[in-house]
């Protein structure tokens, strides 16, 4: 009853329908993983609705999520009753063959068409006195159950990377060191997981983004440095598409990157405190996105976003402008325009900015199963080349009076095979024609 449940067509048309669904779901859907928090809070300011479907479903991290986990789980058991029957299927042709097919008399004896097939690359696979069994590409029966193997050893990959792996990312300030046991910016782990810590501490060295005349990012290019517990350092250099293994981990180069403002406030008591505001690179004129941030010494919000250039038209540029804004209550109460080293009030304090630096976003990730991912697709290439590249073709020469009847199949590509039939044909003598007939077939061919 559970076999012919998760073998029916309906089953395994929905269940395959569900894992598209959950990817198109995670497309759909800000990921926490790939969203900064401030970015996450925005979408859900935007969507409220949305937002609670998302975290009432965890649709903000849907690879994650528990009942992705058991959608997985219940479409290995689908593969994994569909590879059993593939399994018995080719056990069976091996040992029996699939029947029908061509079929002839020839009036030569079956150790003959044994002889012709044979150089042909057919193997003996049965003889019981009457009766001779050959099978060409006999491994092609199993082409199908390796197809069925890899697909399943991939789902099984795929379950364990979802429950084990660890993924953390970090934005940092150019010289910025973050310690092996500090809190990540964000991270998304399975949910057997456990805990995710860095073998050693990294330091962000450099920042370099190369733009287009038009503001379009060109390249970005990201040093940084492993420091060990014993001094020792490992530098590397990355940029997009890029990946770098340091200790078993991988890392990547984050999405986001910008600019970090130093900014000095003076308080109530007279009393200069620094904040430095990193704001994400997305210049796109009047209309690029402010991003918020809170401050200790006002209860209001600041919201903050930069020009390339002080004249606020350039799209690439060496002095950049930042535009603080005051909000109480949603409404925007004061505004004011900073360049390096210049100084004015916002809310009643002295602001001054000291400085702006570049800073970047690296992605860690820990993975368990990966290595199964690969040697899946090898098994399915496999299969798909046994079942494609090699089919396999039956012979079978019965004794029939003074002569023998040939039957033959090919389960696939039959047309493709003929040739080869009637060479064997050819090498034999069929009966009828030595009273003076034409070859006769008996029977239709079914490929």
Excluded at 5 to 32: D, E, K, N
Excluded at 179 to 187: L, M, N
Aim: charge should be neutral.
């Amino acid at each position: 009853m559970i076999k012919r449940f998760f073998l029916a067509r309906s089953t395994v048309l929905t269940l395959i329908i569900l894992v598209l669904g959950a990817v198109v779901v995670g497309y759909l859907f800000p990921q926490r993983f790939l969203l900064s928090p401030a970015g996450m809070d925005r979408w859900a300011l935007d969507h409220p609705f949305l937002a609670t479907l998302s975290r009432t479903l965890a649709l903000d991290h849907v690879y994650t999520s528990p009942w992705f986990a058991v959608l997985l789980a219940l479409f290995m058991v689908s593969l994994l009753f569909s590879t059993w029957e593939q399994f018995t299927r080719a056990l069976r042709l091996t040992r029996e063959g699939g029947g029908g097919g061509k079929s002839l008399v020839l009036a030569c004896a079956p150790e003959t068409v044994a002889a012709a097939a044979g150089r042909l690359g057919y193997l003996r696979v049965r003889s019981d006195g009457d009766s001779i069994r050959l099978v060409k590409n006999p491994w092609g029966y199993w082409g199908n159950v390796l197809l069925h193997l890899g697909i399943v050893a991939a789902v099984a990959a795929s379950l364990v990377i979802l429950l084990y792996e660890k993924r953390g990312s970090i934005d940092l300030l150019e010289g910025e060191v973050h310690g092996a046991g500090d809190p990540w910016t964000r991270q998304d782990m399975g949910l057997l997981a456990g805990t995710f810590a860095l073998p050693e501490a990294v330091r962000l060295d450099r920042v370099v983004p190369e733009f287009w005349p038009n503001g379009n990012l060109k390249q970005l290019t990201t040093d940084f440095t492993f420091i060990g517990a014993d001094g020792r350092h490992s530098p590397y250099s990355m940029h997009v598409n890029k990946t770098i293994r340091h200790s078993g981990i991988r890392v990547f180069q984050g999405k986001s990157f910008g600019r970090a403002f130093y900014v000095g406030f003076q308080d109530a008591n007279g009393a200069w405190q620094g904040d430095i505001f990193m704001v994400d690179s997305r210049f796109t004129g009047d209309d690029t996105p402010f991003k918020d941030f809170t401050v200790p010494w006002t209860s209001a919000t600041i919201r903050a976003k930069y020009y390339p250039d002080s004249d606020r038209r350039a799209p690439v540029g060496d002095n950049p402008l930042l535009l603080l804004q005051l909000v109480k209550a949603g409404k925007v109460v004061e505004e004011l325009s900073l360049t390096a080293g210049a100084s004015g009030t916002l809310g009643g304090h002295p602001v001054t900015l000291v400085k702006s630096e570049w800073w970047g976003g690296i992605i860690f990730i820990d993975t368990t199963g990966m290595e199964g991912i690969f040697f899946a697709f090898l098994v399915i290439a496999l299969g798909g080349g046994m079942s494609y590249l090699s089919p396999p073709r039956e012979l079978l020469a019965v004794k029939e009076g003074k002569g023998c009847r040939l039957a033959w199949r090919a389960p696939r590509f039959a047309e493709l095979y003929r040739e080869e039939f009637e060479r064997i044909c050819r090498e034999c003598l069929p009966a009828d024609e030595a009273a003076g007939g034409d070859r006769v077939p008996d029977g239709g061919h079914r490929g």
